[in-house]
């Protein structure tokens, strides 16, 4: 990936149980971002840590953030099937764009 | 949230044909960008413009070319398309508002539409 990387690639879990879904970058950020993608959809914005936060909170969803290890966790607590979606970590370096993560599939069985 | 618009949602062409992709947005955000996503893959920043009569190209090479000659606008063009240019096209804004609400800032976050699916035969 040009700028990030997410871990795992694809993930299927039951309804009920947590989703953790991993992101690691190489530069240094302003800020790193999660965006949610329905299928064929475009993308709509999470929740944005800033670079001198460490975790952050909206609803069921938990986001951390590790600058030494330049890497950033999104964990989506008791999910739901309408959570299947792709989820992306986008990172604000200050240049003229996000750039976005591989994307990690996500797929919650009901 | 901004209002993004973008048509045409689905299209088929043939190849060496001409096809412009709309995008317009009602926030009056200074900021667009257009991104292009094969399936499941990841995003790659093909043109932006920090606002009217500024465009510049993204971090992927593309042979298409996209204009700003009003704030709401930002097509993109490609003047002879060939199937490697199949794929999904994302519109995206952001920054600053200047529709006279007050200052307004997206605060680094984008919004964007719905897509544009291309496929050239």
């Known amino acids: 990936s040009q700028q990030g990387e997410e871990d795992p690639q694809a993930l299927s879990i039951q309804e009920g149980e947590n989703a953790t879904m991993n992101c690691s970058y190489k530069t240094s950020i302003n800020n790193l971002q999660w965006y949610r993608q329905n299928s064929g959809r475009g993308l709509v914005h999470l929740i944005l840590i800033r670079s001198n936060e460490r975790e952050k909170h909206s609803g069921r969803l938990r986001v951390t953030l590790d600058t030494s290890k330049k890497s950033s966790s999104l964990l989506i607590t008791a999910s739901r099937a309408a959570d299947t979606a792709s989820y992306f970590c986008?990172?604000?370096?200050?240049?003229?764009?996000?750039?976005f993560g591989s994307g990690t599939r996500l797929q919650v069985q009901p | 949230e901004a209002d993004i618009y973008q048509t045409p949602r689905y299209l088929v062409i043939g190849t060496g044909k001409k096809i412009t992709l709309e995008c317009s947005q009602t926030m009056g955000h200074d900021k667009m960008y257009w991104y292009q996503q094969d399936p499941g893959m990841e995003l790659h920043l093909i043109h932006y413009?920090?606002?009217?009569?500024?465009?510049e190209k993204g971090d992927l090479s593309s042979e298409s070319t996209v204009s700003r000659i009003r704030t709401e606008h930002f097509p993109l063009t490609l003047e002879s398309a060939r199937p490697s240019h199949t794929s999904q096209y994302l519109c995206a804004t952001g920054g600053q508002s200047g529709l006279g609400q007050g200052f307004l800032d997206s605060g680094n976050t984008i919004y964007f539409g719905e897509g544009s699916w291309l496929t050239v035969v």
């Open positions: 413009s920090y606002g009217v009569n500024s465009t």
């Open positions: 986008a990172m604000d370096t200050g240049r003229r764009a996000l750039t």
